[in-house]
Every structure is written in C-alpha cells, then in structure tokens.
C-alpha cells in the first residue's frame, strides 16, 4: 500500500487548505481512510475519517464544523477541506488507510497556520 499526501503549505488564520491523499498498491473492497495530524511536540491526533463502503465520516471535535473529509473511491483519493485554520492545527497531517487490523500510513504533508 502506497499513500502520497499533497497539500500542505503556509497559511494565515482564517485561511483554507484542501489536502489530498492519493493511495495505490491494494485491492481492498471496504476499507477506513483517516487523518492524523501530530503537531510540534505533540503526539498523534486522529483528525477525521471517512469509510469507503458507505461514506460515513468522523470528525474531532476540535476540527468539527471546520474540516470536511471525502473521498473520491473511483481514483482512490480522499480529501481533506481545511477552513477557518486556527495556529493551533499546525502539524504535520498524514494519510491513514485501515483495513482489518492492518494500518498503513503516508509519509505527511506540513500544514502551518501563522500570522
């Protein structure tokens, strides 16, 4: 299993960002996709998911209402909509796929939020 997250980068608060995370090398029929972030210091955060046989997502309750997950099953992607940053989701955010007991995880995308 091969994740690659995209787009991360430098922002202001209050300013947007959409991450993407393109995953290969499975044949998984149903499978759970996650966002984590871990920022400076910090341990990992469990952001968001989305599970890919019907679509339900999860959300932290300190991203709620900000960030949207989805996916796009046909291209293997999902996506991250980030809105309304606050210096606080500073991190690095990383792709998760689960299937079974088995995780497999992306290498990660900085995301910075700063004035």
């Known amino acids: 299993v091969h994740l690659v997250e995209s787009g991360g980068g430098s922002v202001q608060p209050g300013g947007s960002l959409r991450l993407s995370c393109a995953a290969s090398?499975?044949?998984?029929?149903?499978?759970?996709m996650s966002w984590v972030r871990q920022a400076p210091g910090k341990g990992l955060e469990w952001v968001s998911s989305?599970?890919?046989?019907?679509?339900?997502?999860n959300y932290a309750d300190s991203v709620k209402g900000r960030f949207t997950i989805s996916s796009d099953n046909a291209k293997n992607t999902v996506y991250l909509q980030m809105n309304s940053l606050k210096p606080e989701d500073t991190a690095v955010y990383y792709c998760?796929?689960?299937?079974?007991?088995?995780?497999?995880r992306g290498q990660g995308t900085q995301v910075t939020v700063s004035s």
């Open positions: 998760n796929l689960q299937w079974r007991e088995y995780n497999y």
């Open positions: 090398g499975f044949t998984f029929s149903t499978y759970t």
């Open positions: 989305i599970y890919s046989g019907g679509g339900s997502t």
